[in-house]
């Protein structure tokens, strides 16, 4: 490849080159539908609605779903059904995305932050039980990037100490866990529908929980947290109903998760193959026993092996008109609205080493397999030609 674009050559791509464009079927498939859903007057928790829910809860092999507006709303929702007293702790990790952490403190909870794993980069189940005090009343674990976390070990440790457990499946609808769906395990997971995930509702998320009188209390909560009679509110809840015309996107989407799931496989090995052999730079492992959804492409910069920072990469690739995203940055715990929970305690160096090496590349279900060749190959060039690149002046290097 030519010298790259920071350096004065040509950019790979002629147009910006998206980081995700959402797979959703086409709008002659859905037309009818949409039309009926419009002019029937229900546009909110209708038929469509109970219909994803009916699919999704069938998949993953539990009694209920509960469509919601989005995935944040649906952690908010599912930490407080739990029932915890406010101002208890909940255990989070810290490499995950800020709304896992949102959850728990919207309901007055304290999050305590531990480290995760190299290499799989799910939350330690060591350190969740270094981390259990008497104020500890649940913990939240996250299914990174869409590969499962510890799901085994977490949910023995939390029924050994009697503590809640919620998983953030936000990216991993698709997976599997010993041969299970993800979706099962726990008090209750939540997917995300959103543009970024295998698959999209555009907006949505659903919460899959074994617990009928769970999944009840979700309905209401969704709903702000109304009685049955729809007149007095039991509890304050949220306004976070899944609309008609989400779940309808989400429901013919899902239908193809298969496909979905399979076209994201087949552009990761690209990528994979494409990198695999280039110094400083190493993937997500998945062991035997899961699958992952393929939610992400994340490629882990190490600075000494490859030449470059990640976040020189980061810069140089936009300068190719190559999106990316430092993907989890910064670990949560550093984050402004969450630092002061953390101030003062043990560092969590697994976390920190993820969040400063992390990048996440260009994918989605269509992407073309030409554009992850010319991704590599802007990749390739970068370390060929790192040298150069780390003596341009700081000021200078693309934004």
Request: negative net charge.
């Amino acid at each position: 490849m030519s010298k790259p674009a920071v350096l004065g050559g040509e950019p790979a791509f002629e147009s910006l080159l998206p980081i995700i464009r959402p797979t959703i079927v086409p709008f002659e498939e859905l037309e009818e539908d949409l039309r009926e859903i419009i002019t029937s007057g229900i546009v909110t928790v209708g038929p469509v609605t109970r219909r994803l829910e009916q699919l999704i809860a069938e998949y993953v092999g539990v009694p209920s779903a509960v469509g919601v507006a989005n995935c944040t709303s649906g952690l908010m929702l599912a930490i407080q059904a739990l029932g915890l007293k406010p101002g208890g702790e909940v255990i989070v990790p810290s490499f995950t995305f800020a709304a896992t952490v949102h959850g728990v403190v919207w309901n007055g909870l304290v999050p305590v932050f531990v480290d995760s794993l190299p290499g799989t980069c799910g939350v330690d189940p060591a350190a969740v039980e270094s981390a259990i005090t008497p104020r500890t009343g649940a913990v939240v674990a996250t299914d990174v990037f869409g590969l499962p976390c510890e799901v085994e070990v977490l949910v023995s440790i939390a029924r050994g100490h009697g503590l809640g457990l919620i998983f953030d499946s936000a990216q991993s609808l698709g997976a599997t866990y010993e041969g299970r769906p993800v979706g099962g395990f726990g008090d209750a997971q939540v997917f995300s529908m959103s543009p970024t995930k295998v698959v999209t509702a555009i907006e949505g998320g659903v919460i899959v929980t074994p617990q009928e009188e769970m999944a009840e209390r979700l309905r209401r909560g969704r709903d702000y947290g109304k009685a049955r009679d729809g007149m007095d509110m039991e509890f304050v809840g949220l306004s976070a109903r899944m609309s008609e015309v989400h779940a309808l996107v989400g429901e013919r989407n899902f239908r193809r998760l298969g496909h979905l799931v399979e076209s994201r496989h087949e552009r990761i090995a690209g990528y994979q193959d494409q990198l695999g052999d280039i110094p400083g730079l190493s993937f997500q492992q998945v062991p035997a026993d899961r699958t992952t959804s393929g939610n992400y492409m994340v490629v882990f910069v190490d600075e000494d092996g490859f030449g470059l920072s990640r976040d020189l990469v980061y810069q140089a690739l936009a300068a190719e008109n190559i999106q990316t995203k430092k993907y989890f940055y910064p670990a949560v715990h550093r984050q402004t609205a969450f630092a002061q929970w953390h101030a003062g305690k043990e560092p969590l160096p697994v976390a920190d080493r993820l969040s400063r090496e992390a990048i996440a590349l260009p994918l989605w279900s269509h992407l073309d397999s030409r554009a992850i060749t010319r991704v590599a190959e802007a990749i390739r060039s970068l370390q060929d030609n790192a040298a150069e690149i780390r003596s341009i002046p700081a000021h200078a290097s693309p934004a």
